[in-house]
């Protein structure tokens, strides 16, 4: 059977005092997208490093394509493609000439002008790396990850920081390595990018796995019914007359509707779950709705929706500043 193409199990990583990661479990399959997801210091830098061969875990396992990242990094550096929140560009190399140099250390890559056009770097090509713009220079690093032609690349927040024309320029390349077969495995703060590009997600917290699985497993399990109204609806009187098993929540300010005008008072998004999905249906809808008509209560927006990867997030990692 073909290895996978991560397998991380029980992995430890530790800064001095600070445990970065805390026995830690994922895999990543080659051909497939693998988002890793996590608040900030959740450990998902120290993970990727680790997986790459530039941090020695402190305890667990991590193989690579099958192989040992610290052992046999030289057998894997030809074979996967990195990319690094830092760059990892000289500062004073040019654009085209760097990615060309990189291309010069693989056996079979791919066109450098062909990659620095698909990722509308040609015009920037002969400027230095320190002169490209923020979102130049991680499009260059992404390139520089893929030109080699690897069968696993690790991309951390690949799109942190991008317009939407680059953003969308870097989903489409990320789709087809992935169509062509090379693993992905990626962290990203965009829940959207995750749940449009992964196959795969993992939710880290405090160094560990809380949550794996197809964005749609994460998701589709979870309906509720949401809604808009007044902050100051009394939702004690409604929960009340909700069946037992269901209860509404405040889902914070729901903002306007486009076009509404600034005069009006920003609506509150309300949500309404049920213990088992089941029970967000038509019968919950109706009691929402009686009650709101019997109350004097005008439930914009009134609708039952799967809960987005982004709620789901929040749930399993709380709401806290870290
Ligand atoms: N080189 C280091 N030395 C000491 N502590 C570190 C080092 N790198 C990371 N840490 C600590 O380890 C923890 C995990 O950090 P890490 O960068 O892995 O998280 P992350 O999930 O990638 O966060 P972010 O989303 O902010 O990039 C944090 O508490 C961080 O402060």
Avoid at 121 to 145: H, I, K, V, W
Avoid at 284 to 312: F, H, I, K, M, Y
Wanted: glycine share 12%.
């Amino acid at each position: 059977m073909e290895t996978a193409a991560v397998e991380a199990t029980d992995l430890v990583k530790r800064y001095g005092a600070t445990t970065a990661v805390a026995g830690l479990t994922f895999s990543a399959a080659r051909g497939a997208v693998t988002a890793l997801l996590g608040p900030n210091g959740a450990g998902k830098t120290s993970t990727v490093e680790t997986c790459e061969g530039f941090r020695r875990a402190d305890a667990g396992r991590v193989r690579v394509l099958g192989l040992d990242p610290g052992a046999d990094s030289a057998a894997l550096k030809p074979r996967v493609g990195v990319m690094l929140q830092s760059g990892g560009v000289p500062t004073g190399a040019r654009a085209g000439e760097w990615l060309r140099l990189v291309a010069s250390f693989h056996a079979h890559p791919v066109s450098p002008d062909v990659l620095l056009e698909r990722l509308g770097l040609l015009s920037a090509a002969a400027t230095p790396f320190r002169r490209l713009s923020g979102g130049q220079q991680q499009r260059l690093s992404l390139a520089a990850a893929v030109v080699g032609r690897p069968e696993l690349v690790f991309l951390d927040e690949p799109t942190a920081g991008l317009d939407p024309q680059a953003r969308h320029a870097t989903w489409d390349l990320i789709a087809e390595l992935r169509d062509s077969g090379v693993g992905v495995v990626l962290t990203t703060h965009y829940m959207e990018e995750a749940e449009r590009l992964a196959d795969h997600v993992v939710i880290i917290d405090h160094g560990r796995t809380v949550a794996a699985g197809a964005p749609s497993e994460l998701t589709d399990s979870r309906q509720e019914l949401r809604f808009r109204a007044d902050a100051d609806l009394d939702t004690a009187a409604l929960g009340a007359a909700l069946p037992s098993a269901a209860r509404i929540e405040r889902r914070g300010e729901g903002g306007r509707e486009p076009g509404e005008g600034r005069g009006r008072a920003p609506r509150t998004e309300y949500a309404v779950t049920a213990e088992a999905c089941e029970g967000v249906g038509p019968e919950l809808v109706a009691t929402v709705g009686t009650w709101c008509a019997a109350n004097g209560v005008s439930p914009e927006g009134l609708r039952v929706q799967r809960r987005s990867l982004e709620d789901v997030f929040l749930e399993l990692t709380g709401r806290d500043l870290r």
